[in-house]
């Protein structure tokens, strides 16, 4: 009977602490995203075409060959060496 006290307290103390690492683990999950965020999105840019047209946004990512703008609520996507002007990713 003695072991199976024993048995039921050792569950519980494991059950409590693999819910405070779970629990600990997604907090920090969700912090280091966040600031993540935060860091990569930079300050509003002017983008200037050839043919004078220019286009404000915030910097959100850039690869090889495309610059993404954040405007507002939408994101282009500005080829950097190409024939299109930009593209909007819904």
């Given at each position: 009977m003695v072991g199976i006290k024993?048995?039921?307290?050792?569950?519980?103390?494991?059950?409590?602490?693999?819910?405070?690492?779970f629990s600990t683990f997604t907090?920090?999950?969700?912090?280091?995203?966040?600031?993540?965020?935060n860091k990569q999105r930079g300050s509003p840019i002017n983008l200037k075409y050839s043919d004078n047209e220019n286009v404000n946004g915030i910097v959100i990512g850039k690869t090889k060959n495309v610059i993404f703008l954040l405007q507002g609520e939408k994101v282009k996507a500005?080829?950097?060496?190409?024939?299109?002007?930009?593209?909007?990713?819904k």
């Open positions: 024993k048995a039921g307290s050792i569950l519980t103390g494991t059950l409590y602490f693999s819910f405070f690492l907090f920090l999950l969700i912090f280091m995203e966040n600031s993540q965020i500005i080829p950097i060496n190409s024939i299109v002007k930009e593209f909007e990713i």
